[in-house]
Every structure is written in C-alpha cells, then in structure tokens.
C-alpha cells in the first residue's frame, strides 16, 4: 500500500533515471525511480506512483529517456524558465487540480 502523501521535486534534474537509461550509471540520479519500483531489484520499495503522486519544479536538465517516462506517466513538470513570481498562483492552481486528481 502507497502512502498519501506527494512529493514536489524541486531540482534542476529528474533524477529518474535506472541503470538501464542512466549514461552515468551514478545512484544519485535514480531516486525517483528507487521510490517508483523502476529500479531492477528494487521493486519492492515502490512507495508512490509516477503518474499521480510528483511533481517537477525548477526542472532544466534532463535525459530522454526521462522526459519519455513523464510524458508517458503524465507527470506535471514545471521547468525552470516557468517558475517565476508572476507564475506561482497558476502553478499553485495546476498542482492543486493534478494532486487532487
């Protein structure tokens, strides 16, 4: 069972990445595919699920296995260049629609 809380991922990367996609192989960039059970050997600790249960913001970087994955799940990602001042009420609004859906 899932717990029910959310996670707001505020990072400049996705940080979802698994040994199979990731070009550096480093751990530091798979939490988020630790947490969601995509990591081989790990599915066990799936805690959340992609599609209902993050959302990015701030994101600038990022691999395209990655950006396949959040399109696919249809995660909200707010990249960096939207998250201004004059933005926040909308992307307030956005996350409070998308975490109570």
């Not at 029910?4 to 199979?20: R, S, V």
């Not at 988020?32 to 913001?57: E, N, R, T």
């Not at 260049?81 to 933005?87: M, Q, R, T, W, Y």
Request: hydrophobic share 35%; with cysteine.
């Amino acid at each position: 069972m899932q717990p029910e809380g959310k996670i707001l991922w505020l990072d400049a990367h996705i940080d979802a990445n698994t040994p199979a996609t990731s070009p550096s192989k480093n751990a530091h960039g798979m939490p988020l595919a630790y947490l969601s059970g995509m990591v081989p050997f790990h599915s066990q600790w799936k805690c959340m699920d992609m599609s209902k249960d993050i959302c990015y913001f701030g994101i600038r970087s990022y691999e395209e296995e990655e950006i396949q994955l959040i399109k696919d799940e249809k995660v909200l990602v707010f990249e960096a260049s939207e998250c201004l001042n004059d933005n926040l009420d909308t992307i307030e609004s956005k996350m409070n629609s998308y975490f109570k859906s």
